[in-house]
Each structure stands twice: as C-alpha cells, then as structure tokens.
C-alpha cells in the first residue's frame, strides 16, 4: 500500500507541475508580472525537490519489497528442506481421519506430510455447500424417520452421526447424507482411529457453521475417546479456533504453511496446546528436546485444566 500511495502522490506532484508551468508561461506572456513568474518558479523548483525525494523514497520502498519477497522465498526453501528432518516416521503406525468442514478445501501438502510422518489417512470427509439443509429437510426427516426437528437441531443430530459412523462404521444417516450431496466420503469409516483432524474456518460468513456442525462433531468423537485435533488455515476471515478452543482440544490456526504442519504432527505425538500464528494461539510450535525430538508426552488432544505452554 506504501509504494501505491506513493506513486499517486508523485502523480499528483507531477500535475501540480505542469499547472504552475502552465501558469508561468501564461502569467510571462500576458501579465508581464516577473515578481509573479519568480514566485511561481520558486514553487515549482521546491515542488520538484519534493518530487524527486518522493521518487527516492519509492525506490527505496520497492527495494525493501523486493529484499522481503527473496527473503521470504528462501525461507519457504529452507521450510520444505526441513520437513523431512522435523517430521519423518513420527506418526508411524498412526492412523487418522480429517473432516473438512469449511467447504473449500484444505492444502494438498498436508496429506503429503502427514504420510512423510508415516501415518496412514482412513478417511476424508468433506462437507458440502457449507452443510445446509434448506429444501432438503422434509425428504430428511422422511428417510430417517426423525419428526418435531428445527433446521439446528437436525443438522447437530446429522453432525453426530457422521462422527459416531466415522468411529462405528457408516450408518444409513451417513448414507442418506451421501446420497442428498452433504457430504463427500472417500477412505473408510469404522477402522480404529488415533485421532480425528477437523479443518474449519471459513471466508464466509454465511457458511460459519461452527455451532451446529463442528461442535458436535467435536462433542461425539470426545464421547468416543477419539482426540480430536481442529485446524485452519491462517488467512481465513472467520476463524474457528476460540470456538475449538472452549472443547479444550489441540489447535493449529496456520494448517496451510510449514510451521502449522509440523506443529500438527509434534503435537499428534502427545504434545498438546494452541499452536499458530494468531492472538488464539500459545506458541508457534510445541517444546522439542535437544536431539529435536518432542519431549515425552502421552497421546492425547485435550488441554488440561491449567495448562501452561
């Protein structure tokens, strides 16, 4: 925004230039007036001084831009020539589900490090259209044979169900959500799981479904012993992570960057707490040892009543 505002200053300084010029040359050629034209000479001499001292100041700018950006990149080199020392074989022999609630997707690359970590993906659940029910509630209700439903409690009920048959097996409200295009099943339902990742956040405010759909998935798979684990990417405009944050489970509010992928699968390994880059969170990542191992903790997700980071 700096170096824009710039330039439109040195456009406006320009078009004052050539006004005065134009004024100069009008007031010696009709008005005679040299006190006049010396006045306006001295204007137009200080306006270019400012000018060309906005110009330098602009170059400046761009140059620090440009410095940052090459910065940056090294630094998302260096990032990815990490990974495999950070995570690799730590979540041998684990094995995960992720549910993405926010209707747009997660990162392809953290399916890519959480098999690096050595973890095994059962399923993937996506949510549709932001999971609302509107026009499909009556064929809903008629299928299961639920009655005497507001569109918020028969979507909670819906959202319980999609946990207790990612623990239990599909179910046929699992089936009939498939079926009416709520939801998006690829992988397996009913294998024994480590722990379950939900990505929320949204960039929608009409699509924050936060109460009705992700806490009570979250309720289920906690009544199940599943830990569960809530992500998000860092941009999102809504963000759902004070909300995650009430159930006391493990959050990550950068999912999509390196760091936020390596805090997922340290604290996978039984390191628990708030991990990211916004106010919400505690740390960027969870405590390593010396050897750049985590330090001993037992698997879990939940956030004990006085934890400290």
């Known amino acids: 925004m700096m170096i824009i505002n710039l330039r439109y200053h040195i456009a406006s300084l320009v078009a004052v230039f050539l006004a005065l010029g134009l004024g100069i040359l009008v007031g010696s050629t009709m008005l005679g007036n040299d006190a006049l034209t010396k006045q306006q000479k001295q204007l137009a001499d200080k306006l270019m001084l400012q000018m060309e001292q906005l110009r330098e100041k602009n170059e400046a700018v761009e140059a620090r831009a440009n410095a940052l950006e090459m910065e940056n990149q090294r630094q998302k080199q260096f990032e990815k020539q990490v990974l495999p020392v950070l995570v690799r074989e730590r979540l041998a022999g684990y094995r995960l589900a992720i549910i993405e609630t ?25 949510v549709l259209n932001g999971f609302y029910i509107n026009g499909k509630k009556e064929t809903l209700e008629k299928q299961l044979g639920w009655n005497n439903l507001t569109n918020e409690q028969l979507t909670t009920r819906l959202a319980g169900e999609i946990a207790r048959g990612l623990v239990k097996g599909k179910s046929k409200a699992v089936d009939v959500l498939v079926e009416e295009n709520l939801i998006k099943i690829t992988g397996n339902y ?50 759902y992570m004070p909300d995650y944050q009430k159930k006391r489970i493990t959050t990550v509010d950068n999912i999509d960057t390196i760091p936020g992928q390596v805090a997922l699968v340290i604290a996978l390994t039984g390191k628990p707490g708030h991990y990211g880059v916004k106010p919400t969170a505690q740390k960027l990542l969870p405590e390593l040892d010396e050897g750049g191992k985590p330090a001993d903790g037992k698997r879990t997700s939940s956030i004990g009543t006085g934890s400290r980071l």
Request: without cysteine; proline residues 5%; negative net charge.
């Open 102 to 126: 926010n209707s747009y997707g997660f990162p392809d690359d953290l399916i890519a490090t959480l098999r690096l970590a050595g973890a095994e993906v059962q399923s993937i659940t996506t």
């Open 190 to 239: 009913g294998v024994p799981l480590d722990g379950v990742i939900i990505i929320g956040g949204s960039q929608d405010r009409d699509m924050v479904r936060v109460q009705a759909l992700d806490l009570p998935l979250i309720n289920t798979l906690l009544q199940n012993k599943i830990p569960v684990y809530g992500v998000e990417e860092t941009n999102v405009l809504y963000s």
